[in-house]
């Protein structure tokens, strides 16, 4: 079934009453909701857009523009959602690959993006800002406030991810209609959403946390969303009174702890708070235990998956663990020959379920690659069974940073740096950092004569991607630790990288 389609049954019971509200206080309820997605699936159909065309999009967090999500899901397109911090020569990789039929961007970056949006074959290129005004926006009133829900199968594409990779060459995860609904459903029991709940979405609307995990269970539990554009900890402390539950990334718990008006009292009315993306540390997980009276129920997931395990509602969730397998999903810790282990012993995360994607678009290749000969998916995270059944994200065999809740690739930014003019080779690794929980950080070996300092690298990177894969710090080495095989040594490089800025 369309995922929407199965939303808006959850919610015919709840027409007249708020879906939606934004920080200067306009609300839309659910009646609104379902006439404004009707609206931009008539729009875009009306283009002449077809079932599976993709309708890519980068733009602002506002109410419109998840709309077009919940539009582009209804008429049978597939979304593309891109991270408003990707530069030029990042979008134009993904309008390529992608080739979408319609691509919204903010009409600040429409004239910079005419030429490359042409290049890819975008058919038409349309605006939407973060006040929500646009082209997009001017078609979408026009348009009919009806519309019949395209039929779609549980295997019919809803959204393309985009997740970087080991090469250096984003992926684009293929989510299903299929995995949006099953996954909704889990997290909605799981985590026990009524209509009572208000929900404050703090998070980004680019990523699976954001666009999924925080707004479906929400939309079959009739629920309300208090929608911030950004996130700010004095606008979230302050929106605490009248809200439920809050869903983030280990940042957003880090910096709420900063604030001298979080306390138990502030908290009170609140019954649930998620973290996940990245690893919450101990220390944060125990300090807001004390300063609020509210155990944070963290839960693992990824853009291939949505979510794969999590902490109890009721029973004990435990720091530095990831919980259990969510209902319907079933994961394994492998060994060598993708053999099971027992509780204790780290290995490969795999796992199967009705959450888990089609593929990567255009990829067969690397698709097959990433499933094992029967069947299930290897996430490239290492984990650890505990002996009554918690797991825990102890690793990951992927070369992968997560800063803040974002992926980051070194692959990509050493290529990058690579080709600064007196760099001869560099080595990008993750250490720790108060604040994004792994700071990206480069090593970096120049030629003899390049004058080249640390401020000309982060600027050079600067320039060209997005902000959030720029380095922290860069450090100039006279070589990079290799083994005996060639192959740089990350492990110790981070060690030392690390020790280094704690001296
Ligand atoms: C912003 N900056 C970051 C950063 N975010 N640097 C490193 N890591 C990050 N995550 C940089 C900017 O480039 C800029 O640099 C400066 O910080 C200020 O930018 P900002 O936009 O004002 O930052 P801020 O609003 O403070 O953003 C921090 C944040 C944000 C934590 C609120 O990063 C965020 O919303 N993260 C959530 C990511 C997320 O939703 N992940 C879910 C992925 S889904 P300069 O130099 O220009 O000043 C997934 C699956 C799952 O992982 O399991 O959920
Ligand atoms: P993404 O590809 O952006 O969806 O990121 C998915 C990755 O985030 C996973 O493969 C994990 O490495 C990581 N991740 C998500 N949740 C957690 C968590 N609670 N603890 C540790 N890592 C996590």
């Known amino acids: 079934m369309n995922a929407y389609t199965c939303f808006a049954g959850a919610f015919a019971v709840r027409r007249s009453e708020i879906f939606l509200e934004d920080e200067r206080g306009t609300v839309w309820t659910y009646a609104e909701l379902d006439r404004e997605t009707a609206r931009v699936a008539s729009f875009l159909t009306g283009l002449g857009l077809g079932r599976g065309d993709r309708v890519a999009a980068q733009i602002e967090k506002s109410p419109q523009g998840l709309f077009l999500y919940l539009g582009a899901l209804r008429a049978g397109f597939a979304y593309l959602p891109l991270n408003t ?43 939407l800002g973060g006040d929500g005004g646009g082209t997009l926006t001017d078609g979408v009133r026009e348009a009919a406030e009806e519309f019949r829900d395209a039929p779609m199968s549980a295997d019919g594409l809803a959204v393309i991810i985009y997740t970087s990779g080991t090469t250096g060459r984003s992926k684009g995860a293929m989510v299903t209609h299929g995995n949006l609904t099953s996954n909704a459903a889990a997290l909605k029991d799981y985590w026990r959403f009524t209509e009572r709940d208000v929900l404050i979405h703090a998070l980004p609307v680019f990523h699976v946390h954001g666009l999924f995990v925080a707004v479906h269970p929400v939309l079959l539990a009739g629920a309300r969303l208090l929608f911030q554009r950004r996130f700010d900890p004095k606008a979230v402390l302050g929106a605490m009174p009248r809200a439920t539950a809050l869903m983030g990334v280990p940042t957003f718990y880090v910096r709420l702890l900063a604030e001298p008006g979080l306390s138990r009292e502030a908290a009170q009315g609140m019954r649930l708070f998620v973290s996940g993306s990245a690893p919450l540390l101990l220390d944060t997980f125990a300090e807001w235990q004390s300063r609020t009276a509210h155990t944070i129920l963290e839960r693992y997931g990824m853009s291939e998956a949505g979510m794969i395990t999590s902490n109890p509602y009721e029973g004990e969730r435990r720091g530095g663990t990831v919980g259990f397998p969510l209902p319907g999903v079933s994961v394994r810790v492998v060994g060598a020959y993708d053999r099971p282990l027992g509780a204790g012993e780290p290995g490969a995360v795999q796992i199967r379920g009705p959450n888990v994607f089609a593929g990567y678009w255009r990829m067969p290749e690397k698709t097959r690659e990433e499933f094992t000969a029967d069947a299930w998916f290897k996430t490239g995270d290492v984990g650890q069974w505990s002996e009554d059944g918690y797991l825990s994200i102890v690793g990951r065999a992927k070369d992968l940073i997560i800063s803040g809740g974002y992926n980051v690739y070194p692959k990509e930014i050493e290529l990058v740096i690579d080709a600064i003019p007196g760099v001869v080779e560099s080595a990008v690794v993750g250490i720790p950092h108060p604040d994004f929980g792994e700071a990206v950080t480069a090593a970096v070996v120049r030629q003899d004569e390049a004058a080249l300092t640390e401020a000309d690298v982060i600027a050079r990177v600067k320039a060209e991607i997005a902000g959030y894969k720029v380095p922290k710090l860069v450090r100039f080495v006279d070589e990079l630790p290799r083994n005996a095989m060639g192959k740089v040594q990350k492990g110790l490089l981070r060690e030392q990288l690390a020790r280094e800025r704690m001296l």
């Open 85 to 127: 911090a990707y530069q030029k020569g990042e979008i134009a990789y993904f309008l390529e690959d992608a080739e979408p039929a319609v691509f919204v961007c903010d009409p600040a970056r429409a004239e910079g993006y005419a030429g490359l949006a042409r290049r890819a074959g975008v058919l038409h290129l349309l605006t």
